[in-house]
């Protein structure tokens, strides 16, 4: 496990960042109960930090647990064991404050661009010319000026993205919780999002948690790539990411040694539990 930022130096060093942004998950063991009556662990003592304004991946093989931690954060769901903190009060329900985006488009197809993405505003009481105001804003800063009548279905995936994004981002959330967002999209187009996703969150700095099975994106974006083990999830390492910020273009830093070097050595644990999961699937035994 490599060893942690310091406060002075780390990501948050220089900038205006919320204190009330910290994420504490600890000791979260998570049970379901089975069709059938049993329980279930889907994550098993996960524990780990987000500081405040700080970019945190989370790989892990598929079905280990990364988006029922996700919920637990949001206050969707809550802990069998194990508490979840954001700045240091225990979530127990919907928490202000937070957004999300998902792999699946959130977005309304009855609505216009421009009333999805004014809609986080309005729901906080904003009077409805303020909040078009807003995300007439919003919707040039992700590069859609133009686009406001459009519907969803008249946008292409990217674009759809975009809108996403500016919704999500409207409200300036302290923390924004990301569930595979970009996995659904060609690979051009998921640079292109990651690049804008990066200035954006330079800009506002929110606490982010960014899921994804893509490990090159968990390193390009993060300050931190939390690797979980298969089922039932726990964490396995938490690799912190000294490629310097700005970072600049994604496509870029893929090529840089030190990118190959971490990547290397987050793949190496990684592969481990992605082999472990798969045989778990096929009835294959690897101790
Ligand atoms: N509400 C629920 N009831 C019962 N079981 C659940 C529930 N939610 C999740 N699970 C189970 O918990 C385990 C972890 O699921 P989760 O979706 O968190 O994994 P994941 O790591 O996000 O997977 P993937 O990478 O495939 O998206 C899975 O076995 C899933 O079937």
């Known amino acids: 496990m490599a060893a942690r930022d310091d406060a002075a130096t780390g990501p948050a060093a220089g900038r205006t960042v919320r204190e009330d942004a910290r994420i504490e998950i600890s000791g979260v063991t998570k049970r379901f109960l089975t069709p059938s009556g049993e329980a279930f662990t889907a994550t098993r003592e996960v524990s780990f930090t987000v500081e405040p304004g700080q970019f945190c991946a ?13 919920s637990m954060v949001s206050g969707l769901d809550r802990p069998s064991e194990g508490s979840v903190r954001v700045g240091g009060q225990e979530v127990n329900g919907i928490t202000d404050g937070i957004s999300f985006m998902f792999q699946a488009d959130a977005l309304l197809p009855w609505k216009t661009v421009l009333g999805n993405v004014a809609m986080g505003p309005v729901f906080k ?13 919003w919707l040039r800063r992700v590069g859609l000026a133009g686009f406001e009548d459009h519907h969803p279905h008249q946008l292409s995936g990217g674009m759809r993205k975009r809108v996403a994004m500016a919704a999500a981002l409207i409200n300036e959330p302290k923390i924004l919780l990301m569930d595979e967002p970009f996995g659904a999209l060609d690979v051009q187009t998921k640079a292109i999002m990651q690049n ?44 912190e990411i000294d490629l310097p910020r700005p970072r ?29 999961a798969y045989a778990d699937t096929t009835g294959e035994k690897k101790s």
């Open 248 to 276: 600049g273009a994604v496509q870029d830093i893929r090529f840089q040694p030190r990118f190959l070097e971490l990547h290397h050595q987050i793949w190496a644990s990684l592969r481990e539990e992605v082999e472990r």
């Open 125 to 137: 009481g904003v009077g409805k010319a303020k909040a078009n105001a807003a995300a007439r804003d």
């Open 196 to 239: 804008e996703l990066l200035g954006l969150w330079e800009q506002l700095r929110p606490s982010v948690i960014f899921i994804t099975h893509d490990l090159e994106e968990a390193v390009a974006l993060a300050d931190r790539v939390v690797v979980m083990t298969s089922r039932p999830g726990s964490i396995k390492a938490v690799h």
């Open 58 to 70: 989370v790989v892990g093989p598929t079905g280990c647990g990364k988006s029922t931690t996700l």
